[in-house]
């Protein structure tokens, strides 16, 4: 039986209201990953998302990217440049990942997705990286494709990353004006790009919590680039054990 991967989802303005969306190269990943994918509604209600959770047989969670993160949810005043924030699927994916830790749900972080873990574990973000990291490098170049390799980062051998890619380095897409600051002290960093910035993070302690999260985005890169595939495919593997 195919572990079933839950997807978090994102609000969406459309001619008749709001929907709760996902793109589909993160259905698509999970799919050939041989996972089956779920969306997840982003409700501020605990117990509903623990009974969806527990209805739809659910053994692994990806937390997509998307809008901003409250800076007051990381105790700072929201600055001049952070923008589309949606605090209900702040309060909603706080609630998921409570339940994914505590259920000892295998999680992966995509992007927006690294990000929250860092603040749900008491880390802090930089709000907008081009006026708070010197000399940063270009993190969210205007009009590229989503499928272009845009900067390179540097893998630590000791994390989950270096046996995917079996290189210290390697090229990756970015779509993302906040990164880590300081990171939370459960979690270590085990990729950066050349300016310093974390890019790359996992649990301290695999075996209890399997949290991992990449700050780019793997979805738009793994048909063309089967190594970001293996991101999906690990978080299945994970999943398939608690099935």
Excluded at 85 to 110: Q, V
Aim: hydrophobic share 40%.
């Amino acid at each position: 039986m195919k572990p079933v991967i839950g997807l978090t989802t994102w609000g969406e303005k459309i001619a008749n209201g709001e929907q709760a969306s996902i793109h589909y190269d993160y259905v698509n990943s999970v799919e050939r990953a041989d996972g089956i994918p779920v969306p997840i509604p982003y409700v501020d209600d605990e117990e509903f998302l623990l009974e969806y959770i527990t209805s739809t047989n659910m053994s692994g969670i990806i937390f997509t990217g998307g809008a901003d993160i409250f800076p007051p949810l990381y105790g700072e005043d929201t600055g001049l440049y952070v923008n589309t924030i949606d605090t209900l699927r702040d309060s909603s994916e706080m609630k998921l990942f409570k339940i994914a830790i505590k259920n000892k749900i295998p999680i992966l972080g995509i992007c927006r997705g690294l990000q929250f873990f860092n603040v749900a574990l008491g880390g802090t973000l930089y709000q907008h990286i081009d006026a708070q990291v010197k000399d940063a490098i270009g993190h969210h170049p205007i009009g590229l494709p989503r499928g272009v390799l845009s900067h390179e980062i540097i893998i630590e051998k000791s994390g989950i990353l270096y046996p995917i890619f079996n290189n210290t380095k390697t090229g990756v897409n970015s779509f993302h004006h906040q990164g880590i600051k300081k990171l939370a002290t459960e979690l270590v960093a085990i990729a950066r790009s050349n300016d310093g910035l974390i890019e790359a993070i996992q649990s301290k302690d695999m075996d209890k919590n399997f949290i991992f999260g990449v700050q780019w985005h793997p979805e738009n890169l793994s048909l063309k680039y089967k190594e970001f595939l293996e991101l999906f495919k690990l978080l299945v593997k994970k999943a398939a054990a608690k099935v």
